[in-house]
């Protein structure tokens, strides 16, 4: 067995050590060349890059309303465990991958800006925080590394190299080594390089101004010997990192005063100045501004329609010609993938601004809404609101799911279709059957819609009433959609982005709406707990499939008490036909369906029982709910005095609740509560 200090140097040696000498390669020109030749990936472009990653992380296909849909699982956010995941966005985040994919191919997208356009808390920054982490995270990995230079042993005074001290000076724009080949033979020599391959790989640039006077004083100093300045450089691996600004960018427009074009391209170091002699030696200058630093990789603007006009010239040739203008220099090349983000009300005002014309043109604008699957909207709160995270606090069932709800039904455009309310429209849109709906319809009830998406309420409102419900209600172990629901409507009174009173109005009716559907949510909830007599479920299931079978083959059902023969119960078979809304003109159709579909499970060898239907299921459920509501007598729950028969009763729905439902103690009585008070009105629906 290894001693503590093996184990250590073992740790050292086959993680430390092998992790440090790749991430920290270092080698010759000639070097570099022997990786570019055994891995040509090394050369894609920032596009080319992003896409790979992006796609690294694998796709997953489905259907959706009958259109094929690609779920790609880096959204997911596989790197921090979901942190920062993008829901129910599949539709609009495939139209921001087909722009990503034309661009990696140089069909022309990678000379646009790609505007991510939608209302205040719809992820597109997260989607841009997104991109940005996963490009860092990809330059680590082997199938992502990409490389750079540095000029070594360079003479500080060319005027006299043999006594000038000499220095170390990286490529400040962290350039592809291979910008050292000159343009005009770059093709000739990747085809001699990679063969057949090369077709696949293009390196457009010209060295950086800095990169460029050292290499033209080397070319000098060395009589035009190229291989000569060729032993002045040392390629090493290039990691991009956000934090330490290399290959990553990001860019904040500030007050209009205080901005300043050479925040976007660098500046003239004043002190380097005297070391130089002169402010246009590309040594004495910083090429620290947020395009240089996010060269061979990403950058984002925030609010990017914010923007001052004279940034958006310097965006224009960064998009269109991949190049800005430091000042003193010429242009200087760039590759990085350009990403935006901008509310409605600054991409109006492009709109309406003839001189942005030419911003429009270079901009491919793409639509990032609300969500509109109330199934992907809950996803969202329960990252964050759940009863693992939540200490000392439960969540009742359905609370995070009414909010959901709510929040679903504010960016709904309401339906042409007189007969569908927009409850159900939000049912059908979550992939629910409603009978007389296909997916078809579906379809075209997304297709007549305007601006569905683009208004309503942002997800972080509900956010912070979710957290405001469950710090007020500090002295109650329980949190339930009453009190959210409550926080959400009061909070419309100081809604700094909703100044229309009608439209608030709008959202108040739909607090009522989601209410109501909370109610029978939990009504029916209570019903199948108190229903939930497996054994008294299956005796009345035998005792209808008996009559059924009876009366679609025209014979009788033996009594087993009296020994008898006798008709069908015709009473029994429709009082439990009419829980599911079967007419009396429909019954025989549907007792053939049932005793079809008994035959056809039999063929397969396959076994019908009580769930194998349902419809039926659901009718038997609120029969044996109205037979047994009765003896239960939940509405003595409101009333101070209740027998003990009923009590034991009550204990066990109760338990029913906790146990088939995710309910807590507090949450249940609650509940049943609730459902009593519905009773002691006489509410309860059948």
Request: net charge negative; charged share 35%.
């Amino acid at each position: 067995m290894a001693n503590a200090s093996q184990l250590l140097d073992n740790i050292q040696e086959n993680y430390f050590n092998k992790e440090f000498r790749a991430l920290n390669w270092v080698g010759s020109f000639e070097d570099y060349l022997a990786i570019v030749k055994k891995n040509p990936a090394v050369l894609r472009t920032s596009y080319q890059r992003l896409y790979d990653m992006i796609l690294s992380y694998g796709t997953e296909d489905y259907e959706d309303s009958r259109k094929k849909m690609t779920h790609y699982k880096f959204f997911d956010d596989p790197l921090e465990n979901g942190k920062d995941a993008i829901y129910g966005l599949d539709a609009y985040l495939m139209k921001l991958m087909n722009s990503v994919k034309s661009a990696a191919l140089r069909y022309g997208t990678e000379k646009r800006v790609l505007l991510l356009h939608g209302p205040v808390g719809s992820s597109k920054s997260t989607i841009a925080r997104l991109m940005k982490k996963g490009i860092e995270a990809y330059s680590l990995r082997e199938e992502g590394a990409l490389y750079t230079y540095e000029w070594v042993d360079v003479p500080k005074f060319f005027d006299d190299p043999e006594n000038s001290p000499k220095e170390t000076i990286p490529c400040p724009m962290n350039e592809e080594p291979l910008h050292l080949i000159p343009s005009a033979v770059r093709r000739d020599f990747l085809k001699d390089l990679l063969g057949e391959e090369s077709i696949n790989y293009q390196i457009d640039g010209m060295l950086c101004p800095s990169c460029r006077q050292i290499y033209t004083e080397l070319f000098k100093l060395y009589s035009g010997d190229w291989r000569k300045v060729l032993k002045h450089i040392r390629v090493k691996r290039l990691l991009l990192s956000e934090k330490d600004r290399v290959g990553i960018g990001t860019f904040q427009p500030k007050d209009e005063k205080n901005q300043d074009s050479t925040e976007l391209t660098g500046d003239i170091n004043y002190r380097k100045i005297a070391e130089y002699g002169s402010d246009s030696d590309p040594r004495a200058f910083n090429f620290d501004g947020e395009f240089n630093v996010a060269n061979r990789g990403i950058i984002e603007f925030i609010e990017m329609l914010k923007l001052d006009v004279a940034f958006l010239y310097d965006l224009l040739s960064a998009s269109q010609e991949h190049k800005i203008k430091p000042k003193k220099f010429p242009q200087t090349d760039i590759d990085e993938v350009i990403i935006g983000h901008t509310n409605e009300p600054e991409y109006r005002k492009l709109q309406n601004n003839e001189f942005m014309e030419a911003l429009r043109d270079r901009t491919v604008k793409i639509d990032i809404p609300y969500i509109t699957k109330l199934n992907e909207e809950i996803k969202i709160y329960k990252k964050d609101y759940n009863n693992e995270k939540i200490r000392g606090k439960f969540i009742a069932p359905h609370t995070i799911e009414m909010a959901a709800m709510w929040a679903v039904l504010t960016r709904l455009e309401e339906p042409k279709k007189a007969n569908l309310t927009l409850v159900q429209k939000l049912k059908l849109y979550d992939g629910k059957l409603i009978p007389g709906y296909t997916e078809d319809n579906v379809r075209e009830l997304r297709k007549e819609t305007v601006r569905e998406g683009l208004e309503g309420i942002s997800p972080r409102y509900v956010q912070d009433k979710i957290s405001n419900a469950i710090v007020k209600y500090a002295d109650e172990s329980t949190v339930n959609p009453f009190m959210v629901l409550n926080e959400l409507e009061s909070g419309l009174n100081h809604h700094s982005l909703i100044t229309n009173e009608e439209l608030k109005k709008r959202y108040r009716e739909l607090i009522q709406v989601v209410k109501k559907e909370y109610t029978e949510v939990v009504k029916n909830e209570v019903q199948r707990a108190i229903s939930a007599d497996e054994e008294g479920i299956k005796r009345l299931f035998a005792n209808y499939i008996d009559n059924v079978k009876a009366y679609v083959q025209k014979e009788k059902v033996k009594n087993k008490y009296t020994g008898e023969d006798e008709e069908p119960n015709e009473k029994l078979m429709r009082s439990i036909e009419e829980k599911i809304d079967i007419p009396e003109s429909r019954k025989e159709d549907f007792r053939r369906e049932i005793m079809n579909y008994i035959g056809a499970l039999s063929l397969e060898g396959k076994k019908f029982d009580w769930k194998s239907n349902d419809r039926l299921a659901k009718a038997l459920e609120l029969k044996l709910f109205e037979d047994q509501k009765d003896s239960i007598k939940l509405s003595s729950l409101v009333s101070s005095v209740m027998d003990k028969e009923t009590q034991e009763k009550i204990e066990i729905v109760k338990t029913r609740l906790i146990k088939d439902f995710g309910y807590n103690e507090a949450s249940a009585i609650d509940v049943l509560n609730y459902v009593a008070s519905i009773f002691a009105r006489g509410d309860i629906q059948e």
